[in-house]
């Protein structure tokens, strides 16, 4: 089955640190754009960071600085170390996967085609932050 697993989501006091994973199964996560969004309650879908096939990386104006994107090959795993989380972090974390290409845009992190340009979806990774 081809699928993308995020983990590491939870309960973080504001200042914390949680590292997020996203483990591929059934395919070689060596795309040209591994991205991760969140998507907060009632707020649409943001791209947040991204990083492409010769390791580029692009990260949202709202993350930067704090956020490091970084992949494993060997593991087929890409990972999300978020650092000095905030209550505005708070969303359910996605990874995702495509032949498509990032970019930013407006303080955001975009992609060519948009979301339908992402082949693989995982299903979540629910982030609090909350003292």
């Known amino acids: 089955q081809l699928q993308l697993v995020e983990s590491g989501g939870g309960l973080v006091q504001p200042g914390g640190s949680l590292r997020l994973s996203c483990a591929a199964s059934?395919?070689?996560?060596?795309?040209?754009?591994i991205g991760w969004f969140r998507q907060a309650p009632g707020k649409e879908r943001e791209g947040v960071s991204c990083?492409?096939?010769?390791?580029?990386?692009l990260y949202a104006d709202s993350v930067k600085g704090r956020f490091t994107i970084s992949r494993d090959k060997a593991k087929n795993t890409v990972y999300l170390q978020m650092n000095s989380l905030a209550h505005e972090d708070t969303a359910v974390y996605y990874c995702?996967?495509?032949?498509?290409?990032?970019?930013?845009?407006?303080?955001?992190?975009?992609?060519?085609?948009?979301?339908?340009?992402?082949?693989?979806w995982g299903k979540g990774a629910l982030v609090t932050v909350s003292s």
């Open positions: 990083i492409s096939s010769d390791s580029s990386t």
């Open positions: 995702a996967a495509g032949p498509t290409f990032c970019y930013f845009c407006s303080g955001y992190v975009c992609y060519a085609g948009g979301t339908n340009g992402m082949d693989y």
């Open positions: 059934g395919f070689t996560l060596d795309y040209n754009a």
